[in-house]
């Protein structure tokens, strides 16, 4: 009797011990784009400008986070970049609520969609 009961805890903990989701699921690769070019450019262009003024990179301050405006956009045509330069050097109000955007016209729309590559390159 002893012997069954020592077998029947010796194959619980095995069994439990192989159930481990993380050794049986392929774990999510994260990566890391702050040596990507765009990146790079983006986030030098976002020093330089007043951007950091309404917006944060994670938590929302007068305007959406960067991380929201990229998981908003991922997955979209690769025309957005060029559509959300053109809301930074026009401005805007109501995609993201009541608070108006202030308009950039003195921005290159080179700069803005290299603004707008980096906060893409946000997302989670």
């Known amino acids: 009797m002893r012997k069954i009961i020592l077998s029947l805890v010796v194959l619980a903990a095995l069994t439990g011990c192989g159930s481990n989701s993380s050794t049986t699921e392929k774990k ?4 890391d784009n702050t040596k990507h070019p765009d990146y790079i450019k983006g986030l030098a262009l976002i020093g330089k400008s007043d951007c950091l003024t309404c917006h944060k990179v994670d938590e929302m ?3 959406p986070s960067y991380r929201d405006v990229a998981n908003r956009y991922a997955g979209a045509s ?5 559509y959300l330069a053109g809301k930074i050097i026009a401005g805007g109000k109501g ?10 016209p ?9 603004m707008v590559k980096y906060i893409l390159l946000l997302k989670k």
């Open 95 to 104: 995609v993201w609520g009541e608070a108006f955007m202030t308009p950039h």
């Open 106 to 114: 003195a921005l290159s729309k080179e700069d803005a969609e290299a």
């Open 78 to 82: 690769d025309t957005v970049a060029a």
């Open 61 to 63: 301050h007068t305007g």
């Open 28 to 31: 999510e690769e994260v990566k």
